[in-house]
């Protein structure tokens, strides 16, 4: 069975630039997720998408996060403009639906400089 | 919204001891709480998840056990490697599949 792919797998931009982050989900699966994870720190949840529709996004910086799950499969995931206290690792995770295991990808580690 | 906290942040070990990480979690609608083991630069991989109708599960060397009443739930790995060592997150969901992690635990197992 396949994973949750992602790409790109490593990011290098200056602030204020922007970037776009891309995640494929296990085939089948509902619920999409997108992390953010600092180094030393556990995943904290960005947005969290249940087919094409938002779920939970308290957590994402709207001003300059946007995230979205088009046809219900692949996801993206942008910030614009970046900020240097965006540097982290941005996992992307699915499950099947309520109540299952949540399987993540390799993630997106973004330095911004 | 849920919090879980978890210790130590750190935790060294001889090799062939147990070790023991521990979490709390503040939201009693959250009923699944699955542990994930992180080796450096890799994606979280789960290892062992116990739902909220069970308070033990075992796994070779790995166990979970969970007090709801208390609200933790801990992990056990016994006669440990030197493979053993990485980050171990717990994270505790809701009947929403909304996952909340806890702020992970770096074990290092010596030879």
């Known amino acids: 069975e396949a994973g949750v792919a992602q790409s790109p797998r490593y990011k290098i931009i200056e602030k204020r630039q922007s970037v776009a982050f891309w995640c494929n989900p296990i085939s089948g699966h509902a619920t999409l997720y997108w992390y953010q994870q600092i180094l030393g720190q556990g995943p904290k949840l960005l947005i969290q998408?249940?087919?094409?529709?938002?779920?939970?996004d308290s957590q994402l910086p709207k001003d300059r996060f946007s995230a979205e799950r088009l046809k219900g499969v692949d996801s993206t995931l942008k910030i614009q403009p970046a900020k240097l206290e965006d540097s982290a690792v941005y996992l992307c995770a699915s499950s099947l639906s309520d109540g299952e295991k949540l399987f993540f990808g390799s993630g997106t580690q973004l330095s911004v400089l | 919204g849920e919090n879980v906290e978890q210790h130590p942040s750190t935790l060294s070990v001889q090799e062939g001891d147990s070790a023991v990480i521990k979490c709390t979690y503040s939201?009693?609608?959250?009923?699944?709480f699955p542990w994930y083991k992180q080796e450096l630069g890799k994606r979280p991989q789960l290892i062992i998840d116990?739902?909220?109708?069970?308070g033990e599960k075992k796994d070779q060397r790995i166990a979970v056990t969970l007090n709801k009443t208390a609200k933790h739930f801990s992990l056990h790995i016994t006669e440990t490697q030197p493979e053993d060592s990485a980050v171990y997150f717990c994270a505790a969901a809701n009947t929403g599949n909304q996952f909340y992690f806890g702020t992970g635990t770096s074990l290092t197992v010596i030879p």
């Open positions: 939201d009693s609608a959250s009923n699944y």
């Open positions: 116990i739902r909220s109708n069970v």
């Open positions: 998408f249940q087919n094409n529709g938002v779920v939970d």
